[in-house]
């Protein structure tokens, strides 16, 4: 059984009231944290360990030294609720059912960065998640941890709720910074990066909810403590959300190292793989990271045990390993056709390109193209290398790392699935009308686990 | 541009609402509230967004409108066409996939005789397909107003077109499906 | 100033200096191609792709490599930087990859396009892409539309610069087009029937790199290869009077900024002398302009034939491999 730091209390009844929150021993983090000087608040988190949940997993900690605290502009902490990953839900799940765990959240770490108005960016779908989260506001607001003079300290923060309007890109931190000033979701080029210039030119950290979120059970333990918890460099607890043809979909807080042999099988997580159905494929981070098939997700080349930590998943790079990313777990079964689901997320990041960089903008839409007619029956061999290579020249050569997202998945799939595409290509009428894998029809290089 | 912005307001409290969000951005960064501002914009005025309508929202932020089309174009979430009163945003994403979520589609197509991308003729229902919603572990599911309706299955896509296409069906409810 | 190495070239440029301008400093084969950078256009850069180079050396102090390719057009020179260009595999493999990603939905005739021999996408195919294109899915295309009555759009031709939305930002103040919708969706566009009218609007058709926005009032439509451009000037009370007059004969085709060999104009004109000063005698001439660029006016290539073979080959008709 792991610990757990953020959803400790998430059946409490009414735990998204201010009452039962700090009934359950809520802002204390907050009373703790304005006791100390922002600079003390910050080396908690540094020693925490703590990495940024929202994907790539840079230390949090670091993130925030590089903020530029010399100049007389304001400071913008901005938080990155766009969560738009497929296969990621958790920052949705925690800002509803424990919205005050963000407000804590936020406010140590805005007084640890000194910014006095604090943005959440959430995305336009999450509706009926903005009323949630300025319920939470205005409550803790009138509980006198936000607004002026906070506790008496001097610090003032206001806190508001920024809805996006659907464009995944906008997760993007310099494309969410675009798009809270009202413009189109075009990422920025970098340098400068948002710690020297970032939201109206001034110094911005961006965060994602669950990162900030973290930052409450890390002034409450110290972040010693917390960085005692999980496996080497992989600190603290992490929210994965699991779906696909898992037992139990749902989001669930691990300590990071937990082995993944056990986080898939285990009832007290995904429960394994639905009844009759045999694991094929899992992609353990959100639809930008690459497919595993299942010999290779339970153990990596050398044939260790793979558990779930940055490092773990990533072990082999790319050509054998995947990413822990966002957190948003897809488990897949036999039925599940690889190519399908590729031209799907080909189809996505097709779809979400801002257009800004020809690479991204042109060759997206030439991966899904390729892909759908594979999919549907009207592919040729050689739109296989064709594919791998478009994916190699949008890789790196784009503006934001979306360009990346979209060329891993499809290279990936090709890499360790390519027999299926290549029957996809063979047998056209026998996948033309078919959503679903033809298993007793051919064999695929995979061991079904 | 013959624009009669006068038929085009918002309402009081409406324009309060607008008010208010401006007032949470800096001097001089207004624009910050135009996505805000287009939300409640589609809110008031059918649930989509006309030329003139964008034009008076222009007009309230002091901005040139050719800046809120670039902006209201960009966003999925803008309808920049009349949709029917009952949007059924089906989420078609991988994950999504992977759990059946194309014949939920295709049965909600043969039951309201539309395809994905169309507005049955009495303009109750319209059919869209979208982008991973965040709700991968609940599919098959769909958008339908402000709510997620999840776990979908042929039943509860009977009783939502059966509830959904009365009269007094308000989208920015959630309805126990 | 700093010295920075581009392809075994030193160069000493100011800090701040970007690297493909250190390039324009040295000039020659060095130099990477800029379709989306202008640099009269503050923001400009950085989306094309085109520029892309390689950092084996990110300064005197820290010579560690970049670890991706950058954009030149938008990267600053650090001291002791060493920077490949055309001897780097990677770079030239790349640009490869952009100009193909640049021609997919571009259409593929040339021949008929009013832009071409001045067309940057043109040379740049030449001078870098591949003949054959592998692109077999369906082009994305628009109608030509007008936006007023000097200017012609025809967004199937664009490459998505942006050039011209900051041209109307900065040069004039009356933005009416822009960049709408997204990904590979993306148009240039008015929204609603709207029509540019401004005394720089004009410029737009300057800074365009392709053939995308066209002068209604070239009247006699003519290849640019059989008209002559000529320098010339006259007093203007809006702007500075000092532009390329293209003559066929005595007769004044059209009237453009002057632009250097990197296709940027010296200065923007104005609307009257672009559009409206089209008799000789409105002008005082200085004599013929030099074509400095690597282009297809200059070397006369495409004057030999303007057949497109087939679709399967990207609309250089006259390249014959
Ligand atoms: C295309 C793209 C989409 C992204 N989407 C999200 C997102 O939805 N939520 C998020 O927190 N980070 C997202 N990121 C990562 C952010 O750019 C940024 O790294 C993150 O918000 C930093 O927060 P962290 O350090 O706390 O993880 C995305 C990045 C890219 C390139
Ligand atoms: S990589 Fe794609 S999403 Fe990122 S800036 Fe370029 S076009 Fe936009
Ligand atoms: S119309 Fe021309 S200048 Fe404008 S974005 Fe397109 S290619 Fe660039
Ligand atoms: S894939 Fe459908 S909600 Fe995420
Ligand atoms: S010129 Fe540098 S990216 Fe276009």
Redesign the pocket.
């Given at each position: 059984m792991g610990q757990k730091l953020l959803l400790e209390h998430i059946n409490v009844p009414e735990i998204q009231t201010y009452n039962v929150y700090r009934a359950k021993g809520g802002y204390k983090a907050v009373e703790k944290s304005l006791k100390m000087s922002p600079d003390e608040v910050m080396e908690e988190v540094k020693k925490s360990g703590l990495?940024?949940?929202?994907?790539?997993?840079?230390p949090?900690g670091m993130?925030w030294s590089f903020l530029d605290r010399k100049t007389d502009k304001p400071r913008y902490l901005v938080c990155?609720?766009?969560?738009?990953?497929p296969g990621?839900f958790k920052?949705r799940f925690l800002m509803e059912k424990i919205p005050h765990l963000l407000i804590e959240g936020l406010i140590c770490s805005s007084y640890a960065l000194g910014s006095n108005t604090t943005y959440i960016y959430i995305?336009g779908e999450y509706k009926w998640i903005v009323g949630i989260l300025e319920k939470a506001i205005a409550e803790a607001k009138n509980a006198g941890f936000l607004g002026k003079n906070i506790l008496g300290t001097g610090y003032d923060l206001e806190i508001y709720v920024n809805n996006g309007a659907g464009a995944?890109?906008c997760?993007?931190?310099?494309?969410?910074l675009e798009s809270l000033e009202g413009k189109r979701g075009n990422?920025r080029m970098k340098p400068p990066f948002p710690a020297i210039s970032g939201l109206y030119g001034s110094p911005t950290v961006?965060?994602?909810?669950?990162?900030?979120a973290a930052v409450v059970p890390i002034i409450n333990l110290s972040g010693e403590e917390y960085a005692k918890i999980g496996i080497g460099k992989s600190t603290g607890t992490k929210l994965i959300s699991a779906c696909g043809n898992i037992r139990n979909p749902g989001v669930y807080e691990i300590d990071l190292g937990l082995p993944v042999y056990e986080f898939l099988n285990s009832d007290e997580y995904c429960g394994g793989i639905r009844d009759g159905h045999r694991l094929k494929a899992v992609i353990p981070g959100g639809s930008?990271v690459p497919i595993l098939p299942a010999e290779l997700f339970y153990k990596n080349i050398k044939g260790e045990e793979r558990n779930m930590s940055y490092e773990s998943l990533s072990d082999g790079g790319f050509v054998s390993g995947s990413m822990l990313g966002?957190g948003g777990f897809v488990a897949m079964d036999e039925t599940v056709c690889i190519v399908r689901n590729t031209w799907s997320f080909a189809r996505f990041y097709h779809h979400?390109s801002c257009g800004q960089c020809s690479p991204c903008r042109e060759g997206t839409g030439w991966m899904e193209k390729v892909l759908h007619r594979i999919e549907y029956g009207h592919g040729h061999m050689h739109d296989i290398d064709l594919l791998v290579d478009v994916a190699k020249k949008i890789e790196g050569n784009t503006i934001?790392?979306?360009g990346d997202?979209a060329a891993w998945p499809v290279a990936a799939a090709i890499r360790h699935f390519r027999e299926e595409f290549e029957y996809h290509i063979k047998y056209p009428d026998k996948v033309k009308n078919s959503r679903f894998a033809h298993l007793d029809d051919y064999k695929t290089s995979l061991q079904l686990a | 541009m013959d624009t009669n912005l006068s038929e085009i307001t918002f309402t009081e409290e409406r324009l309060a609402k607008a008010k208010e969000i401006m007032a949470r951005y800096p001097e001089g960064r207004h624009k910050s509230a135009l996505l805000p501002i287009l939300h409640i914009a589609q809110h008031q005025f059918g649930n989509w967004l006309s030329a003139p309508v964008m034009d008076y929202v222009a007009s309230i932020l002091n901005i040139k409108p050719i800046e809120v089309y670039e902006v209201a174009t960009f966003y999925s979430m803008y309808n920049l066409k009349p949709v029917g009163k009952c949007m059924i945003e089906f989420c078609q994403t991988g994950p999504c996939l992977c759990r059946g979520v194309e014949d939920i589609m295709d049965y909600t197509e043969q039951k309201l005789g539309i395809k994905v991308g169309e507005t049955t003729q009495d303009g109750k229902f319209t059919l869209k397909g979208v982008e991973c919603l965040g709700a991968c572990g609940y599919a098959p599911m769909a958008q339908i107003g402000e709510y997620y309706y999840e776990n979908l299955t042929k039943e509860k896509i009977d009783k939502i077109i059966h509830l959904f296409g009365q009269e007094d069906f308000n989208p920015d409810q959630k309805y126990d499906i | 100033m700093i010295k920075v190495t581009i392809d075994g070239v030193e160069i000493m440029v100011e800090p701040g200096t970007t690297i493909l301008n250190a390039a324009r400093q040295a000039g020659g084969d060095i130099v990477p191609p800029a379709m989306c950078y202008y640099s009269k256009l503050k923001g400009s850069g950085g989306k094309c792709r085109t520029c892309l180079v390689k950092v084996s050396a990110g300064s005197e102090k820290d010579p560690r490599p970049m670890p991706k390719l950058v954009a030149s057009c938008s990267t600053p020179v650090q001291d002791g930087m060493v920077v490949q260009n055309i001897t780097s595999p990677e770079v030239l493999e790349a640009r490869k990859g952009v100009v193909e990603f640049l021609l997919i939905n571009h259409p593929l005739d040339c021949p008929v396009c009013d832009q071409a021999g001045e067309c940057h996408l043109q040379d740049l195919g030449f001078q870098h892409g591949s003949a054959k294109t592998r692109y077999e899915e369906e082009r994305r295309q628009f109608d030509k539309i007008d936006i007023g009555d000097k200017i012609q759009l025809h967004m199937t031709r664009c490459i998505l610069c942006y050039r011209c939305v900051y041209t109307a930002d900065q040069i004039t103040n009356q933005r009416v087009h822009g960049v709408l919708k997204r990904g590979d969706a993306s148009e240039i566009s008015t929204y609603i029937e709207n029509v540019i009218e401004n005394d720089f609007s004009g410029n737009v058709i300057d800074v365009c790199p392709v053939g995308a926005l066209t002068d209604k009032t070239f009247r006699f439509k003519s290849r640019v290869w059989f008209v002559k451009p000529m320098n010339a000037h006259r007093d203007c009370n809006k702007c500075s009077g000092k532009v390329a007059i293209w003559m066929h004969g005595e007769e004044v085709y059209r009237v453009t900024g002057r632009k250097d060999k990197y296709g940027e104009v010296e200065e923007f004109i104005c609307n009257d002398c672009r559009f409206e000063k089209k008799q000789k005698s409105d002008w005082v001439i200085e004599g013929p302009r030099e074509v400095e660029r690597w282009s297809v006016i200059g070397q006369n290539k495409y004057a030999v034939g303007t057949k497109v073979t087939a679709p399967q080959n990207i609309g250089y008709g006259n390249i014959i491999d």
């Open positions: 990495r940024g949940r929202g994907g790539a997993g840079f949090t993130k990155n609720a766009d969560e738009s990953e990621t920052d995305r995944y890109i997760g993007e931190e310099t494309a969410l990422p961006v965060n994602n909810v669950e990162t900030l930008s966002s979400e934001c790392p979306l997202a | - | -």
